[in-house]
């Protein structure tokens, strides 16, 4: 199934999105990944509420391409989109799925709490374990959730910590450029990676669309050539 939409962000998702601080680990992106899927699963179908573009937007794109792209006036960046998509006849998302799991809200609701748990931080490896283990049984024992497999749950999670998010982020940042050093800090720059000692960032010439992003992280589309 081909979707392709764009979703106005509120100022609730757009400051989960669009961190105060430098993205530093994976599980950051990972927790941004399922604030934004349980936001499109409760919010998307009362989207003529929210101020279009006020905050900026969400695209979803899934077909060729399975990605989220996070846009404001001075930041796009964009990670993979692993799930498949259900929608209803009005074409309001409807819910995700995954690994044999439907994935509605509850899900990413036991997934978040697991990633932003005190365990999470710990040396011993049963304090990871036992929130994850907690929480599935929780949700067998309750009989009104018996549709959803969640015998797959930790199938679920255990891919997802695996999972490859394809991190790209583009940045428009005229305040940080030096004019004595111009290729120090580019005005428009593309970020690669978001681990110390292991990103990279690539000088741009002018400043891309969102278009022009989703066309370089397309890889059915013609390259896109760094010249220096």
């Known amino acids: 199934m081909k979707v392709d939409i764009s979703i106005p962000m509120d100022s609730q998702i757009h400051s989960i999105v669009f961190l105060d601080h430098k993205l530093k680990e994976k599980r950051e992106l990972l927790i941004i ?32 391409v399975n990605r989220l792209y996070f846009v404001d006036t001075e930041h796009c960046y964009s990670i993979g989109f692993p799930f498949t998509i259900s929608q209803d006849e009005q074409g309001n998302i409807t819910a995700f799925s995954a690994d044999e799991i439907t994935l509605l809200p509850i899900i990413f609701v036991g997934v978040l709490q697991i990633l932003k748990g005190d365990e999470w931080h710990s040396t011993e490896i049963l304090d990871f374990a036992n929130p994850i283990d907690e929480w599935q049984s929780k949700q067998l024992s309750c009989l009104e959730n018996q549709s959803v497999n969640y015998k797959m749950f930790w199938t679920f999670f255990r891919n997802m910590m695996m999972y490859d998010v394809g991190y790209i982020r583009h940045d428009h940042a005229p305040n940080q450029y030096n004019s004595e050093h111009p290729k120090d800090h580019p005005v428009d720059h593309i970020h690669g990676g978001y681990e110390s000692g292991v990103s990279y960032r690539i000088g741009l010439t002018a400043t891309p669309t969102i278009e022009d992003i989703k066309d370089i992280t397309n890889s059915d589309t013609d390259c896109w050539m760094l010249s220096k």
């Open 33 to 64: 990944l399922f604030e934004v899927c349980r936001y499109i699963l409760t919010q998307y179908p009362t989207r003529d509420r929210i101020t279009p573009y006020k905050n900026g937007y969400i695209h979803l794109l899934k077909g060729r």
